[in-house]
């Protein structure tokens, strides 16, 4: 559910050996799928590369667009690299210096999409790392005689079905700092006011965290109640379980060391619809974690998105970067229980039109002058 890089004052050690442990016994017993949820931490692959995406959008609605990728090692498979990639881009690979003094691959690719249709048809082909994501682009154009507007939004759709907005969780400055990139959260976290950036970023992850396991309950029970709403009675409905969700994340909490074992038996399945609707139930209940693990798990690698607009930009939900492009974060976080759009508009003067808009005002004016002069 969660692509989350390790925190400094983790054990990687122990929580690598923490997944491990968990991954076999889910192999081994499906339902312990829906107890590695509250396992937060996820470990990213040796093999994903550093990845920023940049399109710059034309005038015409033709996009430029380029990916560059830094990765340890000369490894660029395909299918690991986040976004659709063939033969068809332009490519140039170098051996660079990182700031570090590290020895790193840079693999540098452009390719020119005439239009936002191009890229879609390579996103409904996509056999890249994100391919299990469903994403888009859009791009509209609007004349409006001074001037001509233009909006561009690359859209991921959500993974869940009956989850909770973040912003149900989180006020606007923990949003803000929720969908920040990682260079300003770093930066500001170790500034002279990092004590109050530390504390805002502890909120955060608490609330984040708080957010997380809610979904993973309310879609279970979305799940279930569909799965069981032919047959089920009136204490059944998804309104009704959804009333009773808080109670249902009480019992989790309070039995989660064993979960396994008492999920297995039936033992929180009862506790939750009672024991008669717990033995008949038992399959779909079962079916519904699986359905709940495919839609939470989401395996996506991270990477930056940027955009350059053509004129002056007059709205964005992005984050303005050091060269002056636009910049979005691409986390599976974001996208988990609505969808991310990440959009921005611009616009550029019709020179044109002044022109005939002054030269007529001048006629107007000429005309007015001479009929007052004949008086």
Not at 150 to 160: C, Q, S, V, W
Request: charged letters at 30%; aromatic letters at 12%; proline letters at 3%.
């Amino acid at each position: 559910m969660v692509n989350r890089k390790l925190k400094e004052g983790n054990n990687p050690g122990s929580l690598i050996k923490i997944m491990k442990d968990l991954i076999c016994n889910v192999m081994k017993n499906k339902s312990l799928k829906f107890a590695v949820f509250f396992i937060l931490v996820m470990i990213a692959s040796c093999d994903e590369p550093e990845t920023v995406v940049t399109n710059i959008i034309h005038p015409d609605g033709s996009v430029t667009r380029r990916i560059e990728m830094k990765n340890r090692e000369n490894k660029f498979k395909r299918s690991n690299i986040q976004v659709p990639f063939d033969t068809t881009w332009i490519v140039r690979d170098s051996l660079e210096i990182d700031e570090k003094g590290d020895t790193i691959w840079v693999k540098r690719a452009e390719k020119l999409f005439k239009s936002v249709d191009e890229i879609n048809r390579d996103y409904l082909a996509d056999s890249s790392s994100n391919k299990t994501v469903k994403r888009r682009t859009e791009f509209t154009k609007k004349f409006m005689w001074f001037n001509t507007e233009y909006r561009f939004a690359e859209i991921i759709d959500e993974t869940l079905l009956f989850g909770y907005p973040v912003s149900d969780f989180l006020n606007g400055e923990e949003l803000l700092w929720f969908y920040s990139p990682e260079n300003i959260i770093d930066k500001k976290t170790g500034s002279p006011d990092s004590l109050k950036y530390k504390s805002l970023n502890d909120t955060v992850n608490k609330k984040v965290e708080d957010w997380e396991v809610r979904n993973i309950v309310s879609e279970w029970i979305g799940t279930f109640a569909k799965l069981t709403e032919k047959s089920a009675g009136d204490d059944m409905t998804e309104g009704t379980l959804k009333a009773r969700e808080n109670e249902f994340i009480d019992i989790i909490a309070q039995n989660q060391e064993h979960f396994d074992s008492l999920w297995t038996n039936g033992y929180l399945l009862k506790e939750f619809i009672g024991e008669a609707n717990s033995l008949k139930y038992k399959t779909e209940a079962d079916s519904s974690i699986e359905m709940v693990s495919d839609r939470c798990w989401v395996d996506f690698s991270n990477y930056i998105q940027r955009a350059g607009m053509p004129g002056k930009v007059i709205g964005t939900n992005g984050f303005i970067d050091t060269t002056g492009l636009l910049l979005w974060p691409v986390k599976s976080d974001f996208f988990l229980t609505t969808p991310y759009e990440m959009w921005a508009e611009s616009k550029t003067p019709n020179k044109w039109a002044w022109i005939v808009t002054g030269a007529f005002l001048l006629f107007v004016m000429a005309v007015i002058n001479f009929k007052a002069m004949r008086k």
